[in-house]
T-cell receptor
Framework: KAGVTQTPRYLIKTRGQQVTLSCSPI?????VSWYQQTPGQGLQFLFE???????NKGNFPGRFSGRQFSNSRSEMNVSTLELGDSALYLC??????????FGSGTRLTVV | SQQGEEDPQALSIQEGENATMNCSYK?????LQWYRQNSGRGLVHLIL?????REKHSGRLRVTLDTSKKSSSLLITASRAADTASYFC????????????FGKGTTLSVSS
């Protein structure tokens, strides 16, 4: 059973640009959650999608958005990138009551 | 917002020794989970303990939960060099929310 797949693994972008990250959950999983990990703030919840609907959202500015497709694959988009957006972005699929499987993450560097 | 807070922040032990990490949280929970992360890669789910459970075992892992003190501990017995990683506790919001709230983590270093 394939795990959670995130692409790309690494990205370097310039301030002001936008970026799109992709996440394919484990087959059969309908929920995808996104997290940002930085040395200063640790792991912070961005948002969760379930059956193409955003079900929960963390405390991030509107520059951070996402969507989920009918095949459960999810994308997150960050517009007008800032240096502080440099982070490891992780997505996860699973169920709250059983635990989540995380992808290997996308390392975003904003220069 | 941070929910779980791990203690200690860093722990260095020898192979064969036991490692204990503690986690405290602030609000009511449905369950508490522990994850491991190797060198900035993805998180690996280790164990989940529900709010009505007090202790749970999985291989060399033992987790306890004290809801009256809002705390949990993770014990890794007979540590190996391969256990070197960061360990995070995570809680749900205890309500309808499905987000996991993570602590800052404990960095465990096991030397041979």
């Amino acid at each position: 059973k394939a795990g959670v797949t995130q692409t790309p693994r690494y990205l370097i972008k310039t301030r002001g640009q936008q970026v799109t990250l992709s996440c394919s959950p484990i087959s059969g999983h309908r929920s995808v959650s996104w997290y940002q990990q930085t040395p200063g703030q640790g792991l912070q919840f961005l948002f969760e999608y379930f059956s193409e609907t955003q079900r929960n959202k963390g405390n991030f500015p509107g520059r951070f958005s996402g969507r989920q497709f009918s095949n459960s694959r999810s994308e997150m988009n960050v517009s007008t990138l800032e240096l502080g957006d440099s982070a490891l972005y992780l997505c996860a699929s699973g169920w709250r009551d059983y635990g989540y499987t995380f992808g290997s993450g996308t390392r975003l560097t904003v220069v | 917002s941070q929910q779980g807070e791990e203690d200690p922040q860093a722990l260095s032990i020898q192979e064969g020794e036991n490692a204990t990490m503690n986690c405290s949280y602030k609000t009511s929970i449905n369950n508490l989970q522990w994850y491991r992360q190797n060198s900035g890669r993805g998180l690996v789910h280790l164990i989940l303990i529900r709010s009505n459970e007090r202790e749970k075992h999985s291989g060399r892992l033992r987790v306890t939960l004290d809801t009256s003190k809002k705390s949990s501990s993770l014990l890794i017995t007979a540590s190996r060099a391969a256990d070197t990683a960061s360990y995070f506790c995570a809680t749900d919001e205890g309500q309808a929310g499905t987000a996991l709230i993570f602590g800052k983590g404990t960095t465990l270093s096991v030397s041979s």
